[in-house]
């Protein structure tokens, strides 16, 4: 639930103005996330226009194609082998240049868009990892709004088929507020995806209130530490969290992939304490598909001649 709360007197002396008021609260505390409450604040007007015409321009961009997708690789910190990668959602807008998805994902699930370029993006990555070397995975981001569509099933098998890659190298992420409702539509969603063989891997893990009962109520294939927790190994208590969700994988055998990897000393202690996988600038920058397949290439080229 949301709310958008204007006052009287200060915020309008009619109940007309109070009710447009209250509506353009409302439209802000919708724009920030689930669960919000704003009150109405002088400038409030323009944060809403700005965020209405971001929504207009979302709805032409997928037709006139201005998205296209990154891939950043995963890394098995055992072997260094690359093992998959991560699709990364960009859009190139001819009137804002590129807009950081931060800015548009949410808008696009306000709204709804979310579903046709969800399902986008998951053909599209899988036609892309259709052309990697065998058995490497593609792993594409998944929002509730998806997921409570009634046919992201459906859209998930579709692409698996069009591109033919297997559903075992798929990994589709999604974050704790996906399971924060408890929707039995989308618990039932994803355990059909699993039975399919489809891995699913909850991100950003350890940002939320209840990560473990998360893993309890439905199990994942591989839990992703958030990338503040390795920026922070230096402080006694981050490397703590990170040594204790490492040993919680190894005892539940989850994979367990560190995000936002910089510097060989984080990838030093992440190895030391068993950490599966690492990803993040040290592993290899966001790439086009074209960039990333050749990475792929000539890193199975060499692992084979090695």
Same mark, same amino acid.
């Given at each position: 639930?949301?709310?958008? &709360?204007?006052?009287?007197?200060?915020?309008?002396?009619?109940?007309?103005?109070?009710?447009?008021?209250?509506?353009?609260?409302?439209? +802000?505390?919708?724009?920030?996330? +689930?669960?919000?409450?704003?009150?109405?604040?002088?400038?409030?007007?323009?944060?809403?226009?700005?965020?209405?015409?971001?929504?207009?321009?979302? =709805?032409?961009?997928?037709?006139?194609q201005e998205f296209d997708l990154d891939f950043q690789p995963i890394m098995n910190i055992a072997s260094g082998e690359i093992v998959g990668a991560e699709a990364l959602m960009r859009w190139h807008s001819p009137t804002r240049g590129t807009v950081a998805p931060d800015s548009f994902i949410p808008a696009a699930e306000e709204t709804g868009?979310?579903? @046709?370029?969800?399902?986008?993006?998951? +053909?599209?990555?899988?036609?892309?990892?259709?052309?990697?070397?065998?058995?490497?995975?593609?792993?594409?981001?998944?929002?509730?709004?998806?997921?409570?569509?009634?046919?992201?099933?459906?859209?998930?098998?579709?692409?698996?088929?069009?591109?033919?890659?297997?559903?075992?190298?798929?990994?589709? =992420?999604?974050?704790?507020?996906?399971?924060?409702?408890?929707?039995?539509?989308?618990? +039932?969603?994803?355990?059909?995806?699993?039975?399919?063989?489809?891995?699913?891997?909850?991100?950003?893990?350890?940002?939320?209130?209840?990560?473990? /009962?998360?893993?309890?109520?439905? @199990?994942?294939?591989? &839990?992703?530490?958030?990338?503040?927790?390795?920026?922070?190994?230096?402080?006694?208590?981050?490397?703590?969290?990170?040594?204790?969700?490492?040993?919680?994988?190894?005892?539940?055998?989850?994979?367990?992939?560190? =995000?936002?990897?910089?510097?060989?000393?984080?990838?030093?202690?992440?190895?030391?304490? /068993?950490?599966?996988?690492?990803?993040?600038?040290?592993?290899?920058?966001?790439?086009?598909?074209?960039?990333?397949?050749?990475?792929?290439?000539?890193?199975?080229?060499?692992?084979?001649?090695?």
């Open positions: 639930i949301s709310l958008g &709360i204007a006052v009287f007197p200060d915020d309008g002396g009619d109940a007309d103005t109070l009710l447009r008021n209250a509506d353009t609260a409302l439209y +802000r505390a919708k724009s920030e996330g +689930r669960n919000q409450y704003r009150f109405f604040e002088p400038g409030m007007d323009a944060m809403v226009q700005a965020r209405r015409a971001l929504e207009i321009d979302l =709805e032409t961009a997928l037709p006139r868009l979310i579903v @046709p370029l969800g399902e986008w993006a998951l +053909r599209k990555a899988c036609t892309a990892a259709a052309d990697w070397p065998a058995g490497l995975r593609v792993a594409v981001n998944v929002s509730a709004v998806q997921l409570k569509s009634g046919s992201f099933a459906r859209s998930v098998i579709s692409a698996l088929a069009f591109s033919g890659v297997p559903a075992d190298r798929l990994e589709l =992420e999604i974050t704790e507020t996906v399971l924060m409702d408890e929707s039995e539509a989308v618990l +039932r969603t994803l355990r059909q995806l699993r039975e399919l063989g489809i891995r699913i891997a909850l991100d950003d893990f350890g940002i939320g209130y209840s990560s473990l /009962g998360y893993l309890r109520r439905f @199990p994942v294939d591989k &839990i992703k530490i958030d990338r503040s927790f390795i920026h922070d190994l230096g402080n006694r208590d981050a490397a703590a969290i990170v040594r204790t969700v490492i040993g919680l994988g190894a005892e539940l055998g989850i994979t367990v992939t560190a =995000e936002g990897v910089e510097t060989e000393v984080q990838l030093d202690i992440l190895r030391g304490n /068993g950490c599966t996988e690492a990803q993040g600038y040290l592993i290899g920058v966001p790439s086009t598909a074209a960039e990333i397949q050749r990475l792929l290439k000539s890193r199975a080229l060499h692992s084979q001649t090695g």
